[in-house]
């Protein structure tokens, strides 16, 4: 075997998310002679970047003062502010809770914005390189983080080399930054080996799906912010809806559910598909069309979930740490701010990573955050007592004496027939799609089918026996894309794994109650190629 080619930096950032390259634009600022390269998964920036997304500018203010001379292509300034309960036939207007009031905020694309924030990295000297996928981590002798290596390409699905196989680099690097969003694989692994997660609670998650609709002209409102909490989610299930007025006639809207969510049956797409139906939502829609459509875990542990962000060698910044604010439904603002003050403290301490855990604990990004730990944990004992326990803890600003607990998503799940489920109605309406296979289409999503399976079920006679009897396969409800089919044929049932479809929501990594699937890369520039979402 030919020894690995190696490439050498000082930094190496893996994903070029708003945390990301926000840290290489920052650190490049501080010290223009630091040798920093970016690498992202996705086939190109902001492809696979998938958020509502209101930002909050203060942070963009700091770290390109001129910013808005030369906007992204989607930014729009908030104007009006509603926030509904809505009932199955209508709904109740509500106070707008404060940290939803959107006044000076903007309406972006966050894909569209990171691909035009790649480019003033570049124009700083920052190597920016869309299209290569982190497999792995390398470490030195004494166990620290050396780098990261690129996945191989030209794998066939039985492992052989295909004619265009090319082996994957070793980015080498004296430190490595971790911004690879919601339940990063690099991550996860980290968080293991150096048990960064020992003195904090299991991470907490939704999945938030999306679609960019055009519609004919004149419905509209260009900034008004539309939120919603009640229908189709029951009272014991969190869930909730944004609807974001663009402009050119677009609307982009969506459906957040909770992954801590006990019934087996719940069917996070479908309950999205149903909001779209509801009297309130479905004349705006009507005589549209789909642009795009895609799907992302969210991270909203908060507070009490965050992990040590430091080990030697490498630090966690922005969604792969844990930095979202959940009432808010905000993380850009907390991610680039994260990535700045890595960026800080990188540049002030010889490129070492010890003490930024300290740094971050103690700035505002955490000083947001503590104030807000005990809001979504307190709709784990239902919609009313979380939306009166939020009231609260806004009123005494988050100075309660307690901090309420997270448990793992998955361990949440009952088994059949634990508690009597609410009935749901997942029945087929009239908007599009017409099913969880379209909407794959609408995500653009494309991987090589002779490729290695990048979804990894550590032992699928589980899924055709226990899981049946105890859950009955919940990966073919929560998962958005169709990826998991239970198929009976004549060598009897079995687990189907159409990892084609796949949209890179790492739902399935993150809701399965045996914890038996492993989400790992595949080939660099596979996977949903999101427009403008």
């Not at 707008?96 to 894909?111: A, D, E, T």
């Not at 002798?141 to 996945?151: L, Y």
């Not at 988050?398 to 059949?416: F, Q, R, V, Y």
Request: charged share 20%.
């Amino acid at each position: 075997m030919s020894e690995r080619e190696t490439m050498e930096y000082d930094v190496v950032v893996v994903g070029a998310g708003p945390a990301g390259l926000s840290f290489a634009i920052r650190l490049k600022q501080l010290q223009p002679d630091t040798s920093i390269c970016v690498i992202e998964k996705a086939s190109t920036i902001g492809a696979q970047i998938l958020s509502g997304a209101v930002i909050e500018p203060q942070p963009l203010d700091a770290l390109l003062p001129g910013w808005r001379d030369n906007p992204p292509p989607i930014c729009v300034p908030a104007t009006d502010d509603e926030f509904w309960l809505l009932n199955k036939t209508g709904g109740r207007k509500l106070p707008v809770p404060p940290g939803m009031n959107n006044h000076g905020n903007f309406i972006v694309s966050l894909g569209a914005m990171c691909a035009w924030l790649a480019p003033q990295a570049e124009a700083l000297g920052v190597d920016v390189f869309p299209g290569f996928a982190a497999a792995d981590t390398v470490h030195n002798d004494d166990g620290s983080v050396a780098g990261v290596r690129i996945g191989d390409m030209g794998v066939a699905k039985d492992g052989s080399h295909k004619s265009g196989y090319t082996q994957g680099i070793d980015i080498r690097a004296r430190v490595t930054v971790l911004a690879e969003g919601a339940r990063g694989s690099l991550t996860k692994q980290l968080i293991k080996r150096f048990r960064l997660d020992a003195d904090s609670d299991p991470q907490g998650y939704s999945i938030g799906i999306k679609e960019l609709w055009q519609v004919p002209a004149g419905r509209v409102t260009p900034g008004k912010i539309v939120h919603s909490v009640g229908w189709p989610a029951d009272s014991r299930t969190y869930g909730g809806s944004f609807l974001y007025h663009l402009d050119g006639d677009r609307i982009a809207l969506g459906y957040v559910s909770g992954l801590d969510y006990t019934d087996p049956n719940y069917q996070p797409w479908e309950a999205f598909q149903q909001w779209k139906n509801h009297p309130m939502v479905k004349p705006l829609l009507e005589g549209g069309s789909i642009l795009s459509a895609g799907a992302r875990a969210i991270v909203t542990g908060g507070y009490q979930s965050l992990p040590k962000v430091e080990m030697p060698g490498a630090l966690l910044i922005g969604d792969t740490a844990g930095l979202l604010n959940v009432p808010k439904i905000k993380g850009t603002h907390q991610a680039i701010r994260s990535g700045m003050l890595a960026a800080e403290h990188l540049a002030a301490h010889d490129l070492k990573p010890a003490g930024f855990d300290a740094k971050l604990r103690g700035s505002e990004v955490m000083a947001e955050l503590k104030k807000v730990r005990n809001i979504k944990p307190g709709f784990k004992k239902g919609l009313w007592f979380g939306m009166v326990n939020a009231a609260w803890e806004t009123a005494v600003g988050g100075a309660s004496p307690w901090t309420l607990k997270n448990k793992a998503d998955w361990s949440m799940l009952h088994k059949l027939g634990q508690q009597e489920e609410p009935k749901r109605d997942y029945m087929q309406r009239d908007l599009p799609p017409r099913d969880r296979l379209a909407a794959v289409y609408f995500a653009a999503t494309e991987h090589d089918e002779d490729q290695p399976v990048h979804l990894q079920v550590a032992d699928t006679s589980v899924c055709v026996t226990k899981c049946a009897e105890e859950y009955g396969n919940p990966c073919i409800r929560f998962c958005p894309a169709n990826v998991y089919e239970i198929v009976d044929d004549e060598a009897g049932k079995r687990l189907q794994i159409n990892a084609a479809n796949c949209v890179h929501c790492k739902t399935c990594d993150i809701k399965d109650p045996y914890q038996i699937i492993n989400w790992v890369t595949p080939e660099g520039g596979s996977g949903p190629n999101y427009q403008n979402l």
